[in-house]
């Protein structure tokens, strides 16, 4: 690791005035952001440490029924927050399935939404990689890469964002207000993550001394607790990140949907929102059919980047379980194993 | 405190004494309270930290080294390199027997693999030498890596394994499958797989003058010992090695490997104590890994479902540099009672670090290819695949013609079977589901494993006060050596196991060999009981023969050693304790040493196997490919068990390492670069506590009175063969997907809807 | 730069002087402190050998910068038993044999112990094997880990209830 600067800033304005200079990252947990040092991937010259500004680690209901969560929460408080999971019940299984308890215990909200991919040609600092450096080229292009990007992808990278909770928090249009030398701005998370495009190295919109405040949850997210799943196909049944997850809502009125929400995780270089899907479900009977023709409709576009062409198809699988359970309603409790397939099994057997 | 030194506290519970009882772990206080001292948890005085740089290139030279900037940074105090190190008194690319493996000390600027040591940072905090270490900025000449099991021209190795044939037949295979009804010919491919023990490989070496402590995790405390006096060129009394605790071997701790050479040189060029710790991704490459293979199968069977042939041959990898082939196609010599067997190896060398054994070496990659294949013979027979095995149940060894010393097989078959419910399972797969529509499998494998045995010594003595010593540098990677050896040992002296002091796990006890094979507690155990045997006839010797004794006139053979007394055989109520004879021999001690050995005749005579059977279940999403084991039941005749709850709990270890092999760990190189791509245990998936469901053991009765004295035959190594097998076997039931490449993938289930 | 912390370790104040910003809570206790039951296993956040409790909250260890954490109130594995009592997490581990290498137990220890008290679990085995599956353990004990959290639960539980009674 680095030799670095340790600053601990008094106020969010000294916070991103330190952060604002070349080579200066905030360090919250630093459950990635450690990880990065320690394999060489980010070499910081200043850490500006933000765990002990004040007002940052609240979960309050805003006058209009918006919910403000802090930057700092950890994930698990917040997924722990029993008010919080019955009215978002898809984010807090999408947090439980992320990681492990430790690592949950640690994280937090603002850092999860800023996590890196997981790529292994980001992680090795021998390849080429135009997001770690900006035109040294993409060795995953070619390499190993069943894991990597089918939508949205570019040339210059094929990596994914790896966050579980920004996939519902996405599907549930929420807002990302931000700190800057500006002063507080907010953003719609969707516009948050950037596709790769030809600058890779930018995975996010944030200007340098950017710090990410709080998460905000508009009102209309809450309409969608009765009818909403996290699901996530992994390699292992925990600890282990997304081959590809899906997050649906729904709003089911009079046995049609009223409005419908589904983001995609795993297949790109963010949290993907699938609206083509959405549009088609509108109005719509939750019948199979119609969840066949949304998972046609959110893989639209979607193309190999490499040994992963299973990846569009398992995606456009797991988007009709998620859909078709989310139909069949949220479970009173989050199952035992959040977010698997393997999370309602019975010991009934049968022919 | 890092001498081994057990407690005896409250928890520790014991359920009656020595051997057969399910003592708990006599070390478990140390490891509950976090006071069992590992290598990397000695700091002597003045101590430094040494941090490897290694290769990213796979093949190639290092051209250059930035040792200017490594030495800026505050707090590195030297960087050793190919040009600034202790010279070697051996060359280390020299093999001056089997067991010496070539290895990167900084021998030269070449590069052979990735990860391969390239220069060692030694600084005052571990901070610094990691930092320094990567302020080097190795610069290379670099050459197109050999990757992959078709990287070159291949041929046949002259051994595998351990000096075994690469080749072996019996019978006519090509008649055979001529002459067959039914053929299977399929082929299957295994990753490679790196031990990943949770403890990385380290070394805290301390030079005073000549005189050399190290503190190691070893399997094997006198080959290491053996190899780094050769290479330091000292005498083996100038060497102390203390292991009193591994985190975890599985083989990858059996032999003296580069980088430990590297903290001693490291310690001897600062002349301070030196600790050196592998970085998890530094554990793959020079500390050994189990080699690809691909193997192909061919079986015959005729129409009533018997074998008439079975034809093996395994494609390996060694590295350029070295040899180590694993003898996968070794599997089929034992377990089918075919008339013709037919087993080949080849390979070819690529740039990776020199594979070595890892739990279950051939017989985990090889068991895994072989009950696949006999799981698809036995339906392409529409034969239920228990049937089948017992159809095919080898009365003998099949290869050899000798008979089994024992084999309770059939016994396994039934009970593993019983418990499992095997009689419900439908013939064809795809059949089952469960409440919530996933899929379900069931799926079986034979496991094997042989019953080997190497060299160990063990000092036995009795003290004045009427306690034992047992004496023996053996080693407990978890298996539970530390109290089993015990167990066998009160037996040996007739004590009770809290009356016997019991050493081990350091380089100047008696040689109890490498703790591999599944062999230790057998090698180990016998020579503690030839120690104790002898020490006890000594103490007989001295008793029967003075006529102040109760015993005198007895003769050796005449008393019985039992809680501390040598009791008259053919008359009870005369006895006399160690103590008193001791006491009136007026010696403050007795000892005598004992050796363990394999008995050549016996082995010339019988074939010499553990068995078992497993049976899993498992659980698919019929559409997103997913896959869970759900039951797992395996059956295990092994001998004599010296204690049944760490034998139970080295089965499960193993199972669950079947488990792994089907379904989880592989190493992914990136074809291009010869570089693992997850060498980490994010991505390099070993199972979670979540992957493992409860386990069930059967332990079977087995009396073997060949293998050696305690008829022991091991269980470290089998419980991995057949539960491998028998996980990708209920994938294949579950979904009617035969996948012959493993680790089975989401992917090669989502073909069907 | 030199900065000065304290941190409570197994409850006792401790004030240092840190003379690098790099020490990890983990380094720190192992190198410095010298308190070494707490396991470097990976050293990412991958394997939970160096779980430790921070202001009662499980965390791995190895990705918490010892500076960021002044002030905190750290137990680890030294810091449970009472004496020759050991903790009953602790007991029923022996007992259910939970471990073999013993190299990831003060990791799951702490972890065991860390999601008794989050009370997430109760006594669901398939909710225990989730929420102790950061804990890797290459020996495969898991079936002794899972039973001796349950057994130690339920002990700790009529603990608590004599207590209250």
Redesign the interface.
Known sequence: MKQFDYVRPATITEAVAAAAQPGAVFLAAGTNLLDLMKGGVSRPDRLVDVTHLDGLDGIETLADGSLRIGALVSNADLAHDAEFARSYPAVAEALLSGASAQLRNAATVGGNLLQRTRCAYFYDTASRCNKRTPGSGCDAREGENRSHAVLGWSESCIATHPSDFCVPLVALDAIVEIEGRGGRREIALDELHRLPGDAPERDTVLEPGDLIVAVRLPPAARGFAAHARYLKVRERTSYAFAVVSAASALRIENGRIAEARLGLGGVAAKPWRARAAEDALKGVAPTADAFQEAARRALEGAKPSGDNAFKIELARRIVVRALTLAAAGTPARIPALPASPFASTSGAIHA | MPELNLTSAPAHLRHGSNIGQPLTRRDGILKVTGRATYAADNHPQGMLFAVMAVSTTARGRVVSLDVAAAKRHPGVVDVMTPDHKPQLAIDPEIKTNPFVFRMEVLQSDEVRYANQPIAVVIAETLEAATEGAALLAPRYETLPPLVGLDAGESFAPPVVGVGNPAESHHGDVEAGLAAADKQIDATYETPPQYHNAMEPHSIVAAWNGDNLQIDMPTQGLALSLARVAELFGIAHEKIHIRSPFLGGGFGSKGLMAGPQVLGVMAAKLVGKPVKLVLRREQMYGPVGHRAPTRQRLRIGADAEGRLTALDHHARTVSSTFDDFFEPAAGASHTLYAAPAIRTSHDAVRVNTGTPLFMRAPGEATGSIALESAIDEMAFACGMDPLAFRLKNYAEVEPMTGRPFSSKALRACYEQGAARFGWAKRPLQPRQMRDDAGLLVGWGMGTATFPALMFQAEARAAIRRDGSGVMEIGAHDMGQGAWTALAQIAADAVGLDIDRLDFKSGTSDLPDAGIAGGSAHTATAGAAIHSAGAAVIGKLADLATSDERSPLFGAGNAGVIARDGRLIRRDDESRSESYAEILARAGLAEIEARGTGAANPAAMEQYAMHAHGAVFAEVKVDPELGQVRLTRMVGAFAAGRIVNPRMVQSQLFGGMIWGLSFALHEEAVTDRRSGRIMNANLGEYHIPVNADVPPLDVITVEEHDPHVNALGIKGVGEIGITGSAGAVANAVWHATGVRVRRFPIRIEELLTQG | ?N?SISLTVNGARRDFVLD?????LL?LL??RL????????????????C?ILVDG????S????A??HDGADIL???G??RG???HPV??A???H?G????????GQ?M?AI??IK?A?AGN???????????????????????DAVLDAQGRMDETNQRRSA
């Open positions: 730069m900065h690098d910003p790099r020490v990890t380094d192992r190198e010298h308190l070494t039951g707490t396991k470097k296993g990976c050293d990412r956040g991958q394997c939970g050998a779980t909250k499980r965390i791995n190895c990705l918490a910068l500076i960021s680890t594995i030294e449970l038993a020759d009592q050991l602790q007991a581990f022996i007992a044999d471990f073999q290498c013993g190299f990831c137990t003060p220890i972890s860390g999601m989050e997430q669901d085995p398939e909710r225990i094997r989730e929420c102790m599956s950061g804990n890797l353990c290459r020996c495969g004990a898991y079936v002794g880990i899972v």
